[in-house]
């Protein structure tokens, strides 16, 4: 059983002061558990989720962008600072986070994790001098999470075969969502009010949610020869859609035929699917256009959204990874030296000419210095960079020094 929900229903009847009767159907019932049904009574959860295209492709587009951005670990150095290639941990998030898992893959699965389940583990293993060596993920459900009473720190306890075990917060790799939940949890609402209108649209076209027509008789007709009379017309009525033909439909006997009218609310179908687009989108912080809502995209715009989804989606995310890095990947020590940072040139290659323009601009207005901008494009530093000069000049007056380095 889920170690997780568990503890939550012990903490719930633990909380209660008072006794109080609860009936299955009482929403308040649900609340005891940590869940709440929706209005829709869709049953949304983190795998039924993923069946809304748009739910899929946003989980996706987060999850697997983390997991292709490179992530290196940098050591301080007094001229900037240079890869730290010779620590251990620079193999761990750069190239193999175990041997049968790439260190991409492993982001992108943990991503995915707090994404639909509300956090992504993994436990660190260590050679014997205590270098961390591996990381293995750990299965969402397999993993709850407590709290030293002592220094509160988050302590993990984590189901294994042979019982349970307690891990300190230097062992576990946690990745959280917001408020370490899902955001499928918190908008489960719109994404259940999309999960209708796609079943609908699917009953809607397979003719599950309205007929083709209407054949009625206001003269009753019961018995055998009623329903001869209701088989008869029922057979004509196909043979005359099967012909194709321009022939008229023609019944006798007082058998009339209406073709049901599409309502407003039917006519506005299509924008109630868009309007939910735009509803997951929010739940996920991503831009409109990358989970292919095209109604308000332009090429002006979506570069710009493209580099919002850096700064206001993914940066949050990277700071997070970053942080589990260094804090179960770095001793306390190294921790004042070195840090994790992830290449995101890439993803700003977009919008190049204007990056391009703006940091030429800082270094003819001697306000970077070349190497300066070279250490932001994770490039070496050249003999002379450290000049505050403007390459575009040709005064023989003396380069001013740069500001000296603390």
Same mark, same amino acid.
């Given at each position: 059983?889920?170690?997780?929900?568990?503890?939550?229903?012990?903490?719930?009847?633990?909380?209660?002061? /008072?006794?109080?009767?609860?009936?299955?159907?009482?929403?308040?019932?649900?609340?005891?558990? #940590?869940?709440?049904?929706?209005?829709?009574?869709?049953?949304?959860?983190?795998?039924?989720?993923?069946?809304?295209?748009?739910?899929?492709?946003?989980?996706?587009?987060?999850?697997?962008?983390?997991?292709?951005?490179?992530?290196?670990?940098?050591?301080?150095?007094?001229?900037?600072?240079?890869a730290a290639k010779d620590h251990t941990a620079y193999r761990i998030v750069h190239k193999r986070a175990n041997e049968w898992t790439g260190a991409g893959e492993l982001r992108t699965v943990l991503t995915a994790?707090?994404?639909?389940? #509300?956090? #992504?583990?993994?436990?660190?293993?260590?050679?014997?001098?205590?270098?961390?060596?591996?990381?293995?993920?750990?299965?969402?459900?397999?993993? @709850?999470?407590?709290?030293?009473?002592?220094?509160?720190?988050?302590?993990?306890?984590?189901?294994?075969?042979?019982?349970?075990?307690?891990?300190?917060?230097?062992?576990?790799?946690?990745?959280?969502?917001?408020?370490?939940?899902?955001?499928?949890?918190?908008?489960?609402?719109?994404?259940?009010?999309?999960?209708?209108?796609?079943?609908?649209?699917?009953?809607?076209?397979?003719?599950?949610?309205?007929? @083709?027509?209407?054949?009625?008789?206001?003269?009753?007709?019961?018995?055998?020869?009623?329903?001869?009379?209701?088989?008869?017309?029922?057979?004509?009525?196909? &043979?005359?859609?099967?012909?194709?033909?321009?022939?008229?439909?023609?019944?006798?006997?007082?058998?009339?035929?209406?073709?049901?009218?599409?309502?407003?609310?039917?006519?506005?179908?299509?924008?109630?699917? @868009?309007?939910?687009?735009?509803?997951?989108?929010?739940?996920?912080?991503?831009?409109?256009?990358?989970?292919?809502?095209?109604?308000?995209?332009?090429?002006?715009?979506?570069?710009?959204?493209?580099?919002?989804?850096?700064?206001?989606?993914?940066?949050?995310?990277?700071?997070?990874?970053?942080?589990?890095?260094?804090?179960?990947?770095?001793? /306390?020590? /190294?921790?004042?030296?070195?840090?994790?940072?992830?290449?995101?040139?890439?993803?700003?290659?977009?919008?190049?000419?204007?990056?391009?323009?703006?940091?030429?601009?800082?270094? @003819?207005?001697?306000?970077?210095?070349?190497? &300066?901008?070279?250490?932001?494009?994770?490039?070496?530093?050249?003999? #002379?960079?450290?000049?505050?000069?403007?390459?575009?000049?040709?005064?023989?007056?003396?380069?001013?020094?740069?500001?000296?380095?603390?």
């Amino acid at each position: 059983m889920n170690l997780s929900l568990v503890n939550r229903v012990k903490k719930a009847f633990s909380s209660l002061t /008072e006794q109080k009767a609860y009936s299955l159907n009482d929403p308040a019932a649900f609340e005891l558990f #940590g869940v709440r049904p929706t209005y829709s009574g869709v049953n949304v959860s983190g795998q039924s989720a993923l069946y809304v295209p748009a739910v899929l492709q946003a989980v996706r587009l987060i999850s697997e962008t983390i997991g292709s951005l490179p992530c290196k670990v940098y050591r301080e150095t007094k001229d900037g600072k240079e890869a730290a290639k010779d620590h251990t941990a620079y193999r761990i998030v750069h190239k193999r986070a175990n041997e049968w898992t790439g260190a991409g893959e492993l982001r992108t699965v943990l991503t995915a994790d707090a994404l639909i389940h #509300g956090n #992504g583990f993994a436990r660190v293993v260590r050679f014997e001098d205590g270098r961390p060596f591996e990381l293995h993920r750990l299965k969402p459900g397999t993993v @709850t999470i407590l709290e030293d009473k002592l220094t509160s720190a988050p302590v993990y306890r984590v189901a294994e075969d042979a019982g349970t075990r307690d891990y300190p917060h230097t062992e576990i790799l946690h990745v959280p969502s917001f408020l370490g939940t899902s955001p499928i949890a918190f908008g489960k609402e719109g994404i259940g009010l999309a999960t209708i209108l796609e079943r609908h649209g699917a009953q809607f076209f397979a003719s599950g949610a309205r007929p @083709t027509g209407i054949i009625s008789n206001d003269k009753p007709q019961g018995g055998e020869a009623g329903a001869q009379a209701v088989g008869n017309i029922r057979k004509s009525f196909r &043979e005359w859609l099967k012909g194709g033909s321009a022939d008229p439909l023609i019944l006798d006997a007082g058998w009339k035929y209406d073709a049901p009218a599409m309502t407003s609310t039917d006519a506005q179908f299509i924008e109630n699917r @868009t309007f939910q687009l735009s509803e997951i989108a929010r739940i996920f912080g991503v831009p409109p256009h990358l989970i292919f809502d095209l109604n308000r995209a332009t090429w002006g715009n979506a570069e710009t959204m493209g580099a919002s989804f850096l700064q206001l989606c993914l940066r949050p995310w990277l700071d997070r990874w970053q942080d589990a890095y260094a804090t179960v990947l770095l001793t /306390e020590d /190294e921790q004042d030296v070195a840090y994790f940072e992830f290449v995101v040139d890439d993803l700003l290659r977009a919008d190049a000419a204007a990056r391009t323009a703006n940091m030429t601009a800082l270094v @003819t207005n001697r306000i970077m210095t070349p190497n &300066e901008v070279r250490a932001i494009l994770n490039l070496p530093p050249l003999p #002379g960079g450290d000049d505050l000069t403007n390459p575009h000049t040709t005064s023989n007056a003396a380069p001013i020094p740069a500001p000296a380095k603390e």
